[in-house]
């Protein structure tokens, strides 16, 4: 199973009424990518399929940072811990030539990646990865590790709409430094 997959899929957990194409998932509007630079913590996870994630599955999966490109591409700095190891990996996405929003390939599958909505201190990241089946995941994250109530209640109400499952959060440290993104 592929990292990316993994991290998919430690982040999901919805049933099969979720939104079954991207045109229902908006935007934010007037998105600078530049702006979301830098460490993330991961307040709320929630997906589209519910038996993804075990809470005894020794396998976990952070998103530690986002970083752009001068081409345009975002970058995302993962960390995989699990058995004991911690390895740090990025996963790139290109713009689509429509406002925040981007995607990718990797091991067979596609990625979209919408930045839903941002004040730049926050932020509601909407993810779909599709290879066999459709894995929608949606996150809320924050630059520091509290818990905005009027960011919560958004992200709660796309959560509800598109009939979501929390998932599991890890938040993992500069334990394991991945490689830094080259420009």
Not at 13 to 34: G, M, R
Not at 50 to 66: A, C, G, K, W
Request: one cysteine or more; proline letters at 5%.
């Amino acid at each position: 199973m592929t990292l990316v997959r993994v991290w998919l899929l430690v982040l999901s957990f919805n049933i099969d009424l979720a939104q079954k194409n991207l045109e229902e998932v908006p935007v934010q509007p007037d998105f600078d990518a530049h702006k979301v630079e830098g460490r993330w913590f991961t307040i709320q996870l929630a997906t589209s399929l519910r038996d993804l994630v075990l809470p005894t599955d020794p396998l976990r999966l952070s998103l530690h940072s986002i970083w752009t490109r001068d081409n345009g591409d975002v970058n995302f700095v993962l960390f995989e811990k699990g058995e004991g190891l911690c390895t740090g990996f990025n996963v790139t996405v290109h713009p689509t030539g429509l406002q925040g929003q981007y995607q990718g390939t990797f091991d067979g599958g596609k990625l979209h990646v919408h930045f839903v909505s941002t004040d730049y201190n926050h932020l509601i990241l909407y993810a779909r990865f599709e290879d066999n089946e459709v894995i929608n995941l949606w996150a809320l994250l924050a630059r520091r590790m509290l818990e905005d109530p009027m960011w919560l209640g958004k992200y709660l109400g796309f959560v509800e709409k598109f009939y979501l499952q929390k998932a599991l959060v890890f938040n993992i440290a500069d334990q394991c430094p991945p490689d830094e993104p080259t420009a």
